[in-house]
């Protein structure tokens, strides 16, 4: 890891951004800037978004931090990632629930997948499933889900996601128009939600397909 990296990694601790041993493992492991446009490399160290490319973002290293922390992944779990963009989260998310955890990935745009799978080839993980499509629906082939993280924004969270969590399970994911609320949902019952939000966050729009 190079000691821009470990530098950044340890920001994001000092400021309590990344608070869990196994998700601070992961960041050390999965270097940022495998997942990035060529060239821009050294950008990957520093704590901003950058575009990846078709009007996409790799997050904000805070930002991720602060996401997978609400969500609580870990070892074993099988973790819904809807926006898979480059594939750093979802390396990351690999990385945390291990070989006997599995992520499912889904990324609506082509060549984003395509540049995720050849990131993602960089660390021979054999727990994740990268999948073409509308990620607002979820995915039922596998549900249910331990936890479901959105890195896209929507007006509200599609019934769809909260309907494939266990019941124990969380989902985290942005909510509102320009600005957005990160919104925490546990279920708590076949019926029952519990929700936390945390104002003051910018993602790209969740597209839905219409079909």
Avoid: C
């Avoid at 959105?150 to 985290?172: H, N, W, Y």
């Amino acid at each position: 890891m190079s000691f821009l990296y470990q530098k950044l990694v340890d920001q994001l601790i000092a400021r309590g951004f990344l608070r869990t041993p196994e998700i601070i493992a992961a960041f050390r492991h999965v270097k940022r800037s495998d997942f990035v446009l060529p060239g821009m490399e050294e950008e990957a160290h520093y704590d901003y978004p950058l575009m990846i490319g078709y009007g996409q973002t790799i997050s904000q290293p805070a930002t991720v931090a602060f996401m997978l922390e609400l969500l609580q992944p870990k070892l074993g779990d099988k973790i819904l990632d809807i926006g898979a963009g480059s594939g750093w989260q979802t390396a990351l998310l690999a990385k945390i629930v291990g070989k006997s955890g599995q992520v499912i990935a889904i990324e609506r745009i082509p060549e984003l997948v395509d540049f995720a799978k050849k990131n993602l080839a960089k660390y021979n993980f054999d727990n994740v499933e990268l999948i073409l499509g509308d990620g607002s629906r979820g995915y039922r082939k596998y549900e249910p889900y331990d936890g479901i993280i959105v890195a896209a924004a929507a007006p509200d969270i599609p019934d769809e996601l909260l309907q494939q969590l266990k019941i124990g399970g969380r989902l985290v994911m942005p909510v509102g128009d320009e600005i957005q609320t990160l919104t925490v949902v546990k279920r708590t019952g076949k019926r029952d939600f519990k929700y936390q939000e945390f104002p003051g966050f910018r993602f790209v729009p969740l597209v839905r397909d219409n079909n």
